[in-house]
Each structure stands twice: as structure tokens, then as C-alpha cells.
């Protein structure tokens, strides 16, 4: 998040020195990239290249100090960072998106969400893909169980997930670990800040069936929402306003066609009970 401020904070001190990107690049002798790469908080910064950017946009006294010692940090490392390979790059950035999201509303169109996930179901999930080392599958698992306590610790964010109905059907890991999965997508939707719906198929065609998507919500006003939206070897994430109007968007149509959550736990229970 702080990197995300910084980020922020920079972007609107360049805008309202009236310099475009290319005119910050040529004073500093940097790449057009490496800034957009910073003001998307996409990359971390250095104190002193904070520094750097501030003379030019000639930000001084307590703003030049709180400015800077949000850079120094918004270089400490987040808890993820002792999981070591067991997460990419690109997904670190996602990883402290949720750590400090007050709201998340996900559409799951083929697994159950990672937040919702048993270490068993989580476990067939990365089996799936061809990954042999299973140390490094040990790790994945126990990034994501740690991922999962987010929804059960203080501040806990307000997490509303809308399953396509084919990720309750879909038994993955076996019988047991499914029914088991199932059960505990039940318990966890009674939580006060949890939310399952599950989007029939006779819902017919609907606005989100291009893929998965969550959106992401922060406390400060500041702070946009952002669409994150993961693929085999990476990520995308969205920020501009009309890409989170649409995605807004198409989330609410989709809690409309959805069954209501009691309705969506009797079809969980049903689905459970047939698993063989």
C-alpha cells in the first residue's frame, strides 16, 4: 500500500508541475519506462531516485519529508517475501494489493477463489499444472493458507465471491477433498465479512464470461480500486476509472443473476452430498 501512495503521490506532482513523462525522463536522463514503471507502483524506488524526482517537480519542506520517508518505507519487505520463490514477481504485487484491501469481490469461473481454498484443494489445484518439484508445491500451499487468514483475522476485509455453478461441480483432488472444500465453503460463508453466491448455468449468458476477475477496494480515498485479473505467467492489473466502472459493473449484474447466498448454501449442501 505504501508503495501504492507513493506511487500516487508522485504521479500528481508531476502533473501538477505540468511535466509530461518524457520531459521528467529527459532532465533525469532516465527511461520513459522506468517512470511509468514507478507511478504504476509497479516496480519499487529508491529513497534517493525519490529524491531525484522531487527536485525536479520541486516539492520541498514537510511534503518533500513525508514523501521521502513513505519512500524509505515502502521498502520494507511485506510478510510474503520469507515464502522466496514459492511466489513470482509479478504476484508479490497482488499479494500486498489484498494484504491491504478493506474489499475484495472475486468471479470464479473455474476453481474456488484461493482465500476460500482447503490446503488439500489447494494442493490438486497446483498438481494440475506441471510442476514436479514438490517442495515448491509445499510452499505454494502454505503461502496460500497464510493468504487465507486474512479472512479471519483482526480488521478482516469484506470479501464477496461469486462461483460460476461449474466450480462446485468441477471435483477436484478426489472425493473426500472435495466434500471437504465444499463443507468448509459453508462454514466460511457464515462469516460476517464473507459472502458466497453461485451463479447457476441457467443463468444463461452473462457479463463475465471472458474469465476470473477480483476487485480490489482500500481504505484511503486516495487509493483507487484495482481489477486484478491473473493468467498462466502473470498478471494484469487495471486502475483507470472507466476499466473499474466496467468491471463494477458487470460484478453487481453478475450478484444479481446469482442465487441468493441461502440459496447458493443449499445448492453447496446438495452438491456435497452427491459427491461420490
Known sequence: MKRRRLAGELRRHREVSGLTLDEVAERLEWSNAKISRIE????????RDVKYLLNVYAVEG??????????????????????GEAIPPWFEVYVGLESDAVTMDAYESEHVPGL??????????????????EAEIDKRVALRMARTKRLTAPGAPKFWAILNEAVIHRCVGGAQTMRS???????????????????PFDAGAHPAMSGAFTILGFPESTDPKVVFMEGQTGGLYLEKSHEIDRYTLAFDHLRAAALRPSDSQALIARIADGVT
Open 40 to 47: 504504476n507502483a509497479r516496480v519499487g524506488v529508491l529513497p
Open 62 to 83: 514537510e511534503a518533500r519529508e513525508v514523501l521521502l520517508t513513505l519512500a524509505r518505507e515502502a521498502r520494507q519487505k511485506g510478510w510474503w517475501h520469507s515464502y
Open 181 to 199: 472444500q465444499l463443507s468448509h465453503l459453508r462454514e466460511i460463508a457464515k462469516s460476517p465479512n464473507v459472502t458466497v453466491q453461485v451463479l
Open 116 to 133: 476460500l481454498q482447503t490446503a488439500d484443494y489447494a494442493r490438486a489445484v497446483f498438481q494440475a499444472f506441471p510442476i514436479d518439484d
